[in-house]
């Protein structure tokens, strides 16, 4: 059953519930009132008889004073303490035979159904006390307008429920016609994304807040994330593919060469050879960098735990003194100095960072870590080539290398930094470049201390 169809019929079932519940309250309240003023009419009028028997001598002269109250469909009585039955004036006989007199020493009012000519009709039946002590007045009467009266509200209350059901059946239609519209947008945005799987986003036509224009949007910004993330990847395929095909394509003209002449000539069989090598090292070392992009793009997730920096830096720097030779003087004034963060991703960025610095420049490189309030900082500055003020903004995206001929000697795929970045950014950390082409570059790693944050 679609779901409009059912909140219609609910709400329309649930407004008749409703309607029944208070029709039936109303019925019930209206009898009530309505007999309760009979009543009263009817003691008003049993207290003035009272009032006339008791001037009156005898009970003899009572009759003729009895017949002056009576109204239709009724009769009034005067009964003894043995509840016999000393005066009665009548105009209907049916109704004084089903009803026996009964003496009452207080007021009291009562409503009966007795059967009559056309069925069951109620009666209302009157009784007070005579002060003389000889007896008590009973007045009845047939509640025949009540009767009429009764099927009219009945009548009223019935077409009112029927109309009120069919105005909330049309209503509730086109209110969950309404509340449904962005729903099925959605759907069949959803379905032409199944069929044709190019991600597309729902119009949204009117500027309300509800929910429904929350999930629209939602919807609409989760469609551009997707389209966001596949024109990434488009683009991380067609930059991937590029960057490989120049060292393959260096390959096959030497392998091609080698295929050609074999080893001929030595010394040109010699380059082919190194040069085939040099290209298929980079190539590993680039596949290498784009695994590692795919598992930080992949899990956002860090494994964290409390490190400490000094001794983080301290041993990447053994390693690379030991293997490079290369002069690197790790600074600082505070010990220790703790990050949270995930070990190997934070080993990574500094690795990158001096891998840069050893590339780009020949001279000493220095390490410096310090800590403020909120801060921990950690600066690698070298003296080398630098990078041109203009080229400073670019170098954080993906393969950019500020000279491709230059980073062809030294085997960059342009990855590092892009790759740094996004570690940082992991960790609520900052990365900041300043350069001046000539003199030296330093970059500048700012994370959050343990507990503070980082602005
Ligand atoms: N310390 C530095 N001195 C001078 N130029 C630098 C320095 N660090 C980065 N660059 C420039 O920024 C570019 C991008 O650096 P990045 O580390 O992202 O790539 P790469 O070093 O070329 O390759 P990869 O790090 O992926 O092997 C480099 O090609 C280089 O031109
Ligand atoms: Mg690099």
Redesign the pocket.
């Known amino acids: 059953m679609r779901i409009t169809t059912k909140i219609n019929l609910l709400t329309t079932a649930w407004m008749l519930c409703i309607m029944v519940l208070i029709n039936f309250v109303v019925f019930i309240l209206f009898m009530k009132t309505t007999v309760n003023m009979e009543e009263d009419i009817q003691f008003q009028k049993a207290e003035e008889i009272v009032k006339d028997i008791g001037k009156k001598q005898s009970f003899s002269s009572i009759q003729g004073e009895l017949k002056d109250y009576l109204t239709e469909h009724s009769y009034i009585r005067i009964v003894d303490p043995k509840n016999k039955v000393l005066h009665q004036v009548t105009n209907d006989l049916l109704l004084s035979k089903k009803i026996k007199g009964k003496y009452t020493k207080i007021k009291q009012a009562q409503t009966r159904l007795i059967m009559a000519e056309h069925g069951e009709e109620e009666v209302l039946i009157v009784r007070v006390p005579i002060h003389n002590g000889k007896g008590s007045l009973e007045i009845s009467e047939r509640l025949i307008g009540l009767e009429t009266r009764k099927e009219t509200l009945r009548g009223i209350l019935i077409f009112s429920t029927l109309l009120a059901a069919l105005l909330s059946l049309l209503g509730g239609r086109w209110l969950a016609n309404m509340i449904m519209r962005p729903i099925a947008n959605m759907i069949k945005t959803m379905e032409e994304i199944e069929k044709s799987g190019v991600p597309k986003t729902i119009t949204i036509q009117t500027k309300t807040k509800d929910e429904l224009q929350t999930m629209a949007r939602t919807f609409n910004r989760m469609i551009g994330r997707l389209q966001e993330n596949i024109e990434k990847q488009k683009q991380f395929v067609s930059d991937a593919s590029h960057e490989l095909k120049t060292p393959l394509t260096v390959i096959k003209s030497y392998a091609n060469f080698l295929r050609r002449h074999g080893l001929e000539n030595k010394e040109m069989a010699e380059e082919a050879i190194q040069a085939i090598h040099s290209e298929a090292t980079r190539i590993q070392?680039m596949t290498e960098?784009f695994l590692d992009l795919a598992a930080l793009e992949k899990d956002h997730v860090l494994d964290s735990k409390e490190l400490d920096l000094i001794s983080l830096c301290q041993s990447i720097l053994k390693q690379f003194k030991e293997v490079y030779r290369r002069d690197i003087t790790l600074h600082f004034k505070e010990y220790p100095i703790k990050i949270h963060g995930d070990e190997l991703k934070i080993k990574q960025v500094i690795i990158?960072?001096l891998?840069?610095?050893m590339?780009?420049?020949n001279d000493k490189i220095d390490v410096y870590l310090e800590k403020d309030k909120q801060h921990i900082v950690v600066r690698?500055k070298?003296y080398?080539?630098?990078?041109p003020q203009g080229?400073i903004e670019n170098?954080?995206e993906r393969f950019?290398?500020?000279?491709k001929a230059?980073?062809r000697e030294?085997?960059?795929?342009?990855?590092?930094?892009?790759?740094?970045k996004s570690i940082m950014k992991l960790h609520k950390g900052k990365i900041k470049?300043t350069?001046t082409e000539g003199t030296?570059?330093e970059?500048v790693l700012i994370l959050p201390t343990i507990d503070g944050s980082n602005e």
């Open positions: 070392k960098t990158i960072l891998d840069n610095a590339k780009y420049s690698v070298d080398g080539i630098g990078i080229e170098i954080f950019y290398r500020v000279d230059r980073s030294t085997g960059g795929s342009g990855l590092g930094l892009y790759i740094a470049i350069s030296g570059t970059v």
